[in-house]
């Protein structure tokens, strides 16, 4: 899954408004931020295999450390924390804990059984979601433009900046979301992970947008 972890992040401003997107994305991708500099390390492995699922030619057979559900339950637990002692904002914290638990918890929806329980388990969970390509897309474009309204009617734009710099980041999602489908596959771990680097970049660009909207007083 991809933009479905984005629209965790843009559907958590409706409840934790004090908090910028920047940082409701970094929590909701958090994992997957973490995985690329894992695999150019040597910590975590990934096989390119064309047929693993209807979906994805990846094989996600090594990536205890960024994804099994005990170490991300640590990563929530300190992404939490560090939040709360920067903040003072328990609720957030909280919500952005379970931010980070989100994306293990869509993972575990959409991966085939290869998500580890804890790093050297033999017990490895997932529905298999991508194993049913066109559920696969409507699930994930559904979750996508579920989040896009409920940031839309939990911010508004105080500038053009905060309207089409908003937009072109849906925009650009988007195009990376539709491009990996079309595309064929990488030729090898280290290119998977130099483009998944790329990801950080959305980073900042939410939070630029964020500080060019303000929190809507009523619902639009």
């Given at each position: 899954m991809f933009i479905g972890h984005f629209a965790v992040g843009l559907a958590a401003k409706k409840i934790a408004p004090k908090t910028s997107l920047g940082t409701l994305f970094l929590s909701a991708q958090f994992i997957d931020l973490l995985w690329p500099i894992f695999l150019l390390i040597g910590l975590e492995h990934v096989r390119i295999d064309p047929g693993n699922t209807a979906f994805t030619p990846l094989d996600f057979y090594d990536y205890p450390i960024s994804h099994s559900l005990l170490t991300v339950m640590g990563w929530a637990i300190g992404f939490g924390l560090v939040y709360l002692l920067i903040s003072r904002y328990p609720k957030s914290a909280w919500v952005l804990a379970l931010g980070v638990i989100s994306h293990w918890l869509l993972d575990l929806v959409t991966h085939r059984p290869d998500l580890p329980l804890?790093?050297?388990?033999?017990?490895?969970?997932?529905?298999?979601?991508w194993n049913y390509y066109a559920a696969s897309v409507l699930v994930e474009l559904t979750l996508f433009?579920?989040?896009?309204?409920?940031?839309?009617?939990?911010?508004?734009?105080?500038n053009r900046i905060g309207r089409y710099a908003l937009w072109s980041l849906l925009a650009f999602l988007l195009i990376i979301w539709l491009t990996n489908m079309v595309s064929p596959p990488p030729p090898n771990e280290q290119a998977i992970a130099y483009a998944s680097l790329l990801l950080w970049l959305v980073v900042p660009w939410a939070y630029w947008i964020d500080r060019h909207r303000r929190v809507a007083e009523k619902p639009e």
């Open positions: 804890a790093p050297g388990s033999k017990t490895f969970v997932g529905f298999g979601l433009v579920a989040g896009v309204i409920f940031y839309l009617r939990s911010t508004i734009a105080i």
